[in-house]
C-alpha cells in the first residue's frame, strides 16, 4: 500500500517547466490523500497556466501511477493567484491584486502592442485581468481593443466601470474625450487624470492590472512609482542601441523608487518575410539580452516584427484575441506566464487580512 511519504516523494520528482522547479518546492501540492488504490492531488498554481494545465496533470498522473500500489490517479490543477508585496509604504488597491507596470524609455518600440497582449494573454491563462492606458496625451488602447467611440457608464457619478473587450476590462482618458481632441495639459493636471482614472474605475476582482505607461522618465512614471502599489514592472525595448539606451533609464528610474523589474521584453527582435519566411535582424541583434545580462534581470522574450501584429491591433483584435492557437499568440503567452511566475515568487501581501485596530473612548 503506498504512502502518502512516497507519493509527496513521487511528487518532488515532477518539475515545472514555467518555474525549473518541482511542485513540492513550489508549495503547490494541495490534499494528497490515497485510498483503495487511488492517490488524489490539487496542484494550486500561484500563477495562471491554463494552456498547460493538461500537460501538467498528465506529469502528475505519471508520477503516483509510478508509485507502488496506486491503480488510478484523479489530478486536479487549479490556479490560487495571491496578492504580493509592492513599494513601502503602499498597499494593493481596492479591486486588485497585483499591478504591473509596462515601460519603455523610448517611444516606437512597440510597448502598447506588448501591453495589451501580454493582458490578453494572461487572461487566456485564466487570469482576470485589467489593463489601465497611462498615456494621456496619446492614449491608443481604444483602438486597439476595437472600443474607439465607446463611453463607458458611471453608476453613481462619481466612479466609472470599466469597459470591457476580449475578456478584459480597460480604462483609458481615450474612452472620455473625442478621439481629436489633443489634451493640452500640464504635468499636475496629467498625474492627476493618471490618478483619478487608477481609482475611480471600479475594477472588479482582479489578479492583474497591467498599466500601459507611455514611454520616458517624466511626471506620469514618477507618480506611478510614488503612489500607485507597483508589483513589478516590465520594460519594452528593440535591440538597436539608440532604444537600448533610453530603456537602461526606465530601468534604473524602477530600480531607485523601489519597483522590481520583472524583466525585459525584446520586442521587434527580427522580421520575418511574410512571402518567404527569411528571418533578418533590421534592428541588430542581442541588445536586450546584453541589457538584460547587465542589470541582473531576465530576458522574457524576443517578439519577431511581423506584418500580423500590426494589422491585429489596428483592426481592434490583437494578436491574442485574433489568433489564440497561433505562434505569435504563443510567444506572448510565454512571456506572459514568466512575469506571472516573478509576480508569484514575490513575497505574499497580508494587508488586507489583518484586522484594523479601532481606539474607542470607553
Not at 457608464?153 to 470599466?162: A, F, H, N, W, Y
Not at 500607485?228 to 538597436?240: D, E, L, N, R, S
Request: hydrophobic share 45%; charged share 20%.
Amino acid at each position: 500500500m503506498a504512502s502518502l511519504p512516497e507519493l509527496n516523494t513521487a511528487l518532488a520528482g515532477v518539475v515545472d517547466a514555467d518555474t525549473g522547479r518541482d511542485y513540492v518546492a513550489m508549495r503547490a501540492v494541495r490534499d494528497l490523500q490515497f485510498a483503495d488504490g487511488t492517490a488524489s492531488v490539487t496542484i494550486a498554481l500561484p500563477f495562471p497556466a491554463q494552456s498547460r494545465h493538461s500537460a501538467i496533470a498528465a506529469q502528475i498522473e505519471a508520477a503516483l501511477l509510478g508509485v507502488a500500489g496506486v491503480n488510478r490517479a484523479a489530478v486536479k490543477i487549479e490556479t490560487r493567484i495571491e496578492a504580493h508585496t509592492v513599494q513601502r509604504g503602499l498597499t494593493p488597491l481596492p479591486g486588485v491584486k497585483n499591478v504591473i507596470a509596462v515601460a519603455s524609455g523610448k517611444g516606437g518600440v512597440g510597448k502598447s502592442t506588448t501591453a495589451v497582449n501580454l493582458a490578453l494573454a494572461l487572461a487566456a491563462e485564466g487570469a482576470r485581468v485589467g489593463l489601465l492606458d497611462a498615456d494621456i496625451y496619446g492614449p491608443s488602447q481604444p483602438l486597439m481593443l476595437g472600443l474607439q467611440g465607446q463611453k463607458p457608464e458611471s453608476p453613481d457619478g462619481k466612479s466609472i466601470l470599466p469597459m470591457r473587450a476580449h475578456g478584459l476590462q480597460a480604462m483609458s482618458i481615450g474612452f472620455l474625450i473625442d478621439a481629436e481632441q489633443p489634451m493640452v495639459w500640464r504635468g499636475p493636471m496629467v498625474t492627476q487624470a493618471l490618478m483619478q482614472l487608477l481609482n475611480d474605475t471600479r475594477w472588479d476582482d482582479l489578479d492583474y492590472l497591467l498599466i500601459d505607461l507611455p514611454p520616458g522618465t517624466g511626471d506620469i512614471q514618477l507618480t506611478l512609482s510614488q503612489k500607485v502599489p507597483v508589483t513589478g514592472a516590465v520594460i519594452v525595448t528593440t535591440p538597436q542601441d539608440i532604444a537600448l539606451l533610453d530603456a537602461r533609464k526606465g530601468l534604473k528610474m524602477f530600480e531607485k523608487v523601489g519597483v522590481p523589474v520583472t524583466g525585459v521584453v525584446e520586442n521587434m527582435a527580427m522580421h520575418i518575410c511574410s512571402n518567404c519566411g527569411h528571418v533578418e535582424a533590421i534592428f541588430g541583434e542581442g541588445g536586450g539580452g546584453r541589457m538584460a545580462a547587465e542589470y541582473g534581470v531576465e530576458l522574457l522574450g524576443q517578439l519577431p516584427l511581423e506584418l500580423s501584429i500590426r494589422l491585429a491591433t489596428d483592426e481592434g483584435r490583437p494578436s491574442v484575441a485574433a489568433d489564440p492557437d497561433g505562434k505569435v499568440a504563443g510567444l506572448y503567452k510565454a512571456i506572459a506566464r514568466k512575469v506571472a511566475v516573478k509576480v508569484g515568487e514575490k513575497a505574499k501581501d497580508f494587508s488586507a487580512k489583518l484586522p484594523k485596530i479601532v481606539i474607542q473612548n470607553t
